[in-house]
T-cell receptor
Framework: GAVVSQHPSRVICKSGTSVKIECRSLDFQATTMFWYRQFPKKSLMLMATSNEGSKATYEQGVEKDKFLINHASLTLSTLTVTSAHPEDSSFYIC??????????????FGSGTQLSVL | DQQVKQNSPSLSVQEGRISILNCDYTNSMFDYFLWYKKYPAEGPTFLISISSIKDKNEDGRFTVFLNKSAKHLSLHIVPSQPGDSAVYFCAARESGNTPLVFGKGTRLSVIA
């Protein structure tokens, strides 16, 4: 299947710093990428939908100024957690959609990033 | 408000027996359901899906059953193998270009 690479896999940072997470589709062009967050014992929750060349669409309750998403190319989307706080500590995972029209089976996930903010 | 619920956080099954993972949903507009499998340090991968017009879909050892009236679906794995040990996520979506809604996941351990 298609490969989505996500880096870093784990990051520990001090409160107030910013952290950038990269999501790359390695062998296909992803016009749409999705960013999810999973708190312990909770569901994977969609944070935002990132479309190449346009602004991301954020889900209700997700601060767009705190979670900056850039999808500058068909193979790369980045999520920057700005001024991170301990409550931002979570598992962040990206996914990329291959092809049109939408087919849920063609949704490929990165391996995730465990963010710990001290 | 959780629209997709996986009420069992974990399940242990003996190798060779059947594994049954359950999922309930509350949104009657969901018309497509999927199961994803996740190994440690890897992203979820698609396993099997079912459309709301069906009540069963089978793929090898994996079968998904859908009971629309009960808003319930289940994943059956038979026979279970140690390599099936993973976290299984149930997901659902409404028709059209709508995002997937995930459950919390169920950790399956298949014991040799």
């Amino acid at each position: 299947g298609a490969v989505v690479s996500q880096h870093p896999s784990r990051v520990i940072c001090k409160s107030g710093t910013s952290v950038k997470i990269e999501c790359r589709s390695l062998d296909f062009q992803a016009t749409t990428m999705f960013w999810y967050r999973q708190f312990p014992k909770k569901s994977l929750m969609l944070m935002a939908t990132s479309n190449e060349g346009s602004k991301a669409t954020y889900e209700q309750g997700v601060e767009k100024d705190k979670f900056l998403i850039n999808h500058a190319s068909l193979t790369l989307s980045t999520l920057t957690v700005t001024s991170a706080h301990p409550e931002d500590s979570s598992f962040y995972i990206c996914s990329a959609r291959q092809g049109r029209p939408v087919s849920p089976e063609k949704l490929f996930f990165g391996s995730g990033t465990q963010l710990s903010v001290l | 408000d959780q629209q997709v619920k996986q009420n069992s956080p974990s399940l242990s099954v003996q190798e060779g027996r059947i594994s049954i993972l359950n999922c309930d949903y509350t949104n009657s507009m969901f018309d497509y359901f999927l199961w994803y499998k996740k190994y440690p340090a890897e992203g979820p991968t698609f396993l099997i899906s079912i459309s709301s017009i069906k009540d069963k879909n089978e793929d090898g050892r994996f079968t998904v059953f859908l009971n629309k009236s009960a808003k319930h679906l289940s994943l059956h794995i038979v026979p279970s193998q140690p390599g099936d040990s993973a976290v299984y996520f149930c997901a659902a979506r409404e028709s059209g270009n709508t995002p997937l809604v995930f459950g919390k996941g169920t950790r399956l351990s298949v014991i040799a």
